[in-house]
Structure formats: C-alpha cells, structure tokens
C-alpha cells in the first residue's frame, strides 16, 4: 500500500525552529515528485513547494520561497519541512502529498496531516 | 501567483447533480491537461478524486466527473448522497507549479 506518514502535531513558541517529517512507503521514494501544502485554520489549501528525491531538484511557490526549506533523505524515504524562525502566522496543518505524474497532475496519496502551533 | 477561482459554496438535493467551477488562465487550465480535484471532510486530509482533467483513480465513484472548455475546468457530481457533503478543492499543476483554487463548501439539502 503507498503511504505517508507524516510527524506529530508540534506546539512552538515564535523564533523557535521547528522540522517535520513525511516518510514514504509502498513505492519507489526517489521516482515521484512529493509537495507540501499548508492549511491555516478554517480555510483552504495553499501550495508551498515540490521536492523531486531522487536528485532533490526543489521548486518553491513564490508565497513561501525564502520562508520554509524542503529537503529529502533517500535513506530513509523521508521528506522534510523546515522553518529557521516560527511566527504565529505559521499556525496551520501541514500536508505532504505525492504527485502522481507532471503529465497527469494530481497528488495521491496525501499524508495525515501535521498540525503546527505557534504561540508564546 | 493567483489561486484558481471556484464558487465559495453550492448546494443541491439528494438525487440531483450539481457543478463546481474552477477558472485559470492560459497559462494553467487553458494549456495543461493536469487539472485535478480533492474532497476534504472535516478534520481530515484531502482526498484526490479527479486528475488529468477527467480520469478518477480506482475507488472513485464514477458520480464524480471532470470536464474542461477553455481556461475553466468544472466538476460535476451526479446523484448527491449525503456524505458528498464536503469541501472541494481544484489543483492545476503545470508541470512543477502547482496552484489550488479557493475551496468550494457543497452542502446536500
């Protein structure tokens, strides 16, 4: 069965550096774009980046680029998300999903969601 | 970097269908075939139910329908039930640049 698993929820204080976890399994880790989403409370899903694991090509949306680090281990099937300095606007769940194809589109499956708090 | 646009929120009637729009541009939905749709319930994950514009991956209902005519990509859900009850969410991924669309809440009366 393909699956993420991603880390546990977090509570943070602001500045604090905070990294979370999506490991991969079912597949092969380093042939499929993985993405990060962010979801603040009570409202919709926002693209954040790609990580391609197999030589860790990244593409980051403009919203967050300079924001958050996306990185991946291939020994573990692991993906990351990173933040240098947490801000309470950084409150939200936090998906990583895999893509099925750039031709096609389409992520599938997505982890179960890891809910980030930040607050003093 | 706009998101896609979607209706804040339709409504229907077990038994009916019902339609959710999503508009790009030429330089997304108009060009790419790799528009995809996601149900999310409450407190849980999103759940892909359409990708490469009209295909549904094995398990999906085929209630579920995606179509496309310029830069709007529209999904259409035949026979609601009431756990169609969700949000929807439409993606465009050209390439690697992916957007979402706004969300659109479906209510079954």
């Known amino acids: 069965e393909v699956q993420l698993v991603q880390s546990g929820a977090e509570v943070k204080k602001p500045g604090e550096s905070l990294k979370i976890s999506c490991k991969a399994s079912?597949?092969?880790?380093?042939?499929?774009?993985i993405g990060w989403a962010r979801q603040m409370p009570g409202k919709g899903l926002e693209w954040m980046g790609l990580?391609?694991?197999?030589?860790?090509?990244?593409r980051y949306s403009p919203s967050f680029q300079g924001q958050v680090s996306i990185s991946a281990d291939k020994s573990s099937d692991t993906a990351y998300l990173q933040w240098s300095s947490l801000k309470a606007s950084d409150t939200a769940v936090y998906y990583c999903?895999?893509?099925?194809?750039?031709?096609?589109?389409?992520?599938?499956?997505w982890g179960q969601g890891t809910l980030v708090t930040v607050s003093s | 970097q706009s998101a896609l646009t979607q209706p804040a929120s339709v409504s229907g009637s077990p038994g009916q269908s019902i339609t959710i729009s999503c508009t790009g541009t030429?330089?997304?939905?108009?060009?790419?075939?790799?528009v995809s749709w996601y149900q999310q319930h409450p407190g849980k994950a999103p759940k892909l139910i359409i990708y490469?514009?009209?295909k549904r991956p094995s398990g999906v209902s085929d209630r579920f329908s995606g179509s496309k005519s310029g830069n709007t990509a529209s999904l259409t859900i035949s026979g609601l039930q009431t756990e169609d009850e969700a949000d929807y969410y439409c993606?465009?991924?050209?390439?690697?640049?992916?957007?979402f669309g706004g969300g659109t809440i479906l209510t079954v009366l």
């Open positions: 999903a895999r893509l099925l194809s750039t031709g096609t589109g389409g992520f599938d499956p």
């Open positions: 079912g597949y092969s880790f380093t042939t499929y774009w």
């Open positions: 990580i391609y694991p197999g030589d860790s090509d990244t």
């Open positions: 030429s330089s997304d939905v108009g060009t790419y075939n790799t």
């Open positions: 490469a514009g009209t």
């Open positions: 993606c465009s991924s050209a390439t690697t640049t992916v957007k």
